[in-house]
């Protein structure tokens, strides 16, 4: 079709659908909508670690991001009362100098991914390098060390909400 | 290495001290434990030679994702005397407040981050560092919860921190891109195989991880939140703030830039003197019309992480850089720690308004002095530490292209003198408030006495530190 294999079309429309979800992240007024296309962007990425062969990974977001740490977002909207389209009015200031610095950003994005089309891909994956078995050996033979020591950052992580989120007690 | 674990498992232990009944002894016991992981700084810094090839084989069991040689030994030693100090100057905090060991146990978990950014050497042991380092930081920052300031504090710092970790792992995602490996020594590697022939979106991933650095070290376009959140803060927080996390944000950053960015130094190089120019122009203009200590003092952290970047900047090869920076790091911490002792005693109640210093000397002759040494010292007058600290980074950015930044570091020093001095003069020549005097406890007299003579006496021979490479 139009000179492109159907990876190059899956991968066009994928990105096109994550950019737009994205977008409507951002601009709708309600809470509640801004999650539900929050998932569905986290749908897209997962579509994109399907074609990067990364199939664990794929299921593993869909679970745990669109799963699990979206209800707890929407829970919490919903406990708090949050969906009214009450988001405070900013100055005019603030939004241009917020379009600014983000035009900025997105400048030197474009300018600096311009023309990396034309690049070699170093490594090519096999095709069942986003296996499980495959996942874990990397896991626990190269990223070993990091792997131990993100338990303390989850257990620093932990301790550190409830102190917060507790009550005084003498 | 050992010193890691051993850090690592005395946060663990200290969790433990809640359900097992012994918060008793758990100060004593963190002090012994950061002694020993300091001894242990030394037992790993000349590695037999039959030892060497066990310690090739331990970072290579961890696929060398995190490498103690000497310079991560250096500044993992400076780490941890500073930790050593805070535990004292911090007694009474785990005194009064309520949950000690989970206290204890963020403290801790922060100074394995602290620890990880001076011996990472891969871009993941990296981002685990910086988030280890700074979401404990995060909390402390906030942990007087009644403190409508506190809060702030906390919140301010963790929306503006997280969005700094954003930038550093897009930053880790374009520079992967382009090399295709996390490995530090591998980007040196990629980067000098490549002669100048690199995709431009490496530069803007190089570009974003020293934004999101710079955010850590709060360097000058990015230092918006430090203020606020070091006036916020409980004093001791913020001691630890601008001290060990100061020092560690700085040894990932030269670690980073020297090491694995060493080849393409004249492209974040021009970036990097802006920010210096700006950090010190910025810093020391507004320091001086400031009206709280606190606040004063943060704002002299930002020009002095702007003197530790010049550091950086230099990036030259072999040790003159890195012997500069950890002089530097190690006499801006223990200045620090001896001023805000001071700070900490002398204004319990108002958050370190500058009349709470007037007629110190009458007050407290003892706690004036110790404050004189490490104000003249942050301000760099010779024969304190503060001083050759100045003179090393200075003559180690001589040869290189920015050499008009040591002429700005030379006009707003003495405006930063005039600060310094402000508070000298609030000591000395103002009247007392109060007649009453001011108590200090005896661990924080040992602390400022200490303190002091460290300050003077690294001033007086430097060469001890200055030579610990060669």
Known sequence: MLGY????????????????????????RNPINSVLYLVLTFFCIAGHYLLLNAQFLAVVHIVVYAGAIMVLFLFVIMLMNLNQDTEPQKTVISKVVAAIAGGLLLFVMVGALRGSEQLQIKQYGHSDIGLVKNLGNVLFHDFLFPFEIASVLLLAAMVGAIMIGKKEIK | ???????????????????????????????????????????????????????????????????????????????????????????????????????????????????????????????????????????????????????????????????????????????????????????????????????????????????????????????????????GSPTVITALMSTVVKTAAFAALMRLFNVGFHHIGDVWGQIMAVVIGLSLVISNITAASQQSVKRMLAYSSISHAAFMLMGVLANKNGFDSISSILYYSLAYSVGSIASFTVLYNVSKDNNGHIEAFNGLSKRNPFLAVCMVVALLSLAGIPVTAGFFAKYFIFTTLIGTPYKWLLGVAVVTSAIGAYYYFKVLIAMYFKPAISTEPVKVEMSHTVLLIITTLFTLAIGIVPGYIIGIFK
């Open chain 1, 5 to 28: 294999t159907i990876t190059q079309w899956l991968f066009g429309i994928l990105s096109f659908l994550a950019i737009m979800f994205a977008l409507m992240v951002v601009f709708t």
């Open chain 2, 1 to 231: 290495m050992k010193g890691l674990f051993i850090i690592s498992g005395l946060g663990i232990l200290a969790m433990l001290a809640e359900i097992f009944k012994f918060k008793k002894i758990l100060y004593p016991l963190v002090l012994v434990g950061i002694l020993a992981a300091y001894a242990m700084t030394f037992v790993d810094w000349n590695p037999p030679t039959d030892h060497l090839s066990r310690l090739d084989e331990l970072t290579a069991s961890f696929s060398n994702m995190i490498r103690f040689d000497q310079v991560a030994l250096a500044f993992s030693g400076v780490i941890l005397v500073t930790a050593f100090f805070w535990f004292i100057l911090a007694s009474h905090y785990f005194e009064n407040e309520t949950n000690i060991t989970d206290h204890f146990a963020l403290v801790l978990f922060a100074l394995v981050g602290a620890l990880m950014l001076t011996s990472f050497s891969n871009m993941t042991t990296l981002f685990l560092g910086v988030e280890i380092l700074s979401i404990p930081m995060y909390v402390l920052a906030a942990s007087r919860k009644k403190d409508i300031a506190s809060n702030e504090a906390g919140f301010k710092y963790l929306i503006m921190g997280s969005f700094a970790s954003g930038f550093l792992l897009f930053g880790i995602a374009l520079v992967y891109g382009a090399t295709g490996t996390f490995d530090l020594g591998g980007i040196s590697h990629y980067i000098s195989n490549s002669h100048g022939d690199v995709p431009a979106f490496f530069y803007a991933g190089v570009i974003m991880m020293l934004i999101a650095l710079c955010f850590k070290v709060s360097a000058a376009p990015f230092h918006f939140w430090a203020p606020d959140v070091y006036e």
